[in-house]
């Protein structure tokens, strides 16, 4: 049984009451944009969590993750630019196109193995970002506005009133890892994990370690764009940007700073790296200079992540 006094814990009930007060905090503080940042870090927190599903429990490291992130939310701002805005329609769309783009994505990138699989999934979302960038009627390298949010045709509950939006968005995030502890605690976990341990042995005794991972993988591609379509909602925008290979990347950051293989740890990854990225920006337009060699002593003093690195803490206690 966990031990609810470890610090890992402590800070992951910390960051999940943050989450919930904010709205309430910020603006007594007279900080009020902080909720529009905590709405965003939730946002991409469940957009790590998806990706950690993979990379962490499936040791799957796809360098074009944030291409769900692109599809969800373009599927919410091609139908709102044609007057579709009934989240009815929107949202099963965005979700439809996510679960196909990744079961073919998967399909062929889960063939190779090492960096052969790395750079199959650069290549192959870098191909849906070049196309967005080629879509002149929506926007190209300037985006697609999106007028409205999506109308779920109920008066008493419109993502239009931005609390009801943000607490929308806190309920994915809690969504989201209570999926991946339900995944990761079953035999499906355990075979993703075993799988990554020592594949041959996996499918040694007779298991498909092959449509286990691309489960997985769609599993995870539809989780990425479930938060690319909060995300067109929440800024109404949507733009190429949303989905290119520098994305991916600080998905990867983030998921390794909070602590691969745990379930929170993306949660805390994103947490701290959209906020240093925040506060640290304020003080210098050249922050990348102290933020890039934080990330690097994080990786090599702190294996494991911020998670590993308290739970470590907890140890030695």
Known sequence: MAD??????????????LFAVVPFLAPALGEPFYVLV??????????AV?????????GMISFGHAVYLGIGGYAIGILSFHGINSAWIQWPAAIGACAVISLIFGAISLRTRGVYFI???????????????????????????????????????????????????????????FISWKLVHSRFGVV????KSNETRVEA????????????????GVMCGIAGLLQANFERFVSPDMMNWPRSGELIFMVVLGGMSTLFGPVTGAFVFLMLSEILSTWTIHWHIIFGPFLVLVVIFARGGIHGLLTRGSDRE
């Open 38 to 47: 905590f709405a965003r870090i939730m946002i991409w927190a469940i957009a």
């Open 205 to 220: 005794v007779g298991v498909s370690t092959y449509r286990y991972r691309l489960t997985a993988f769609v599993i995870a």
């Open 119 to 177: 750079m199959i999934t650069l290549a192959l979302a870098q191909m849906l970002f070049f196309l967005s960038v080629s879509a002149e009627r929506y926007g190209s390298d300037d985006g697609l506005n999106i007028l409205s949010r999506s109308d779920f045709g109920v008066s008493f509950f419109s993502l239009e009133d931005n609390t009801t939006m943000y607490y929308t968005i806190f309920a994915f995030l809690l969504a989201s890892v």
């Open 4 to 17: 609810l006094k470890s610090p890992a814990n402590i800070l992951t009930v910390i960051v999940i009451g």
């Open 50 to 58: 998806s990706l950690n599903l993979i990379m962490g429990y499936g």
């Open 192 to 195: 993703m994990r075993a799988t």
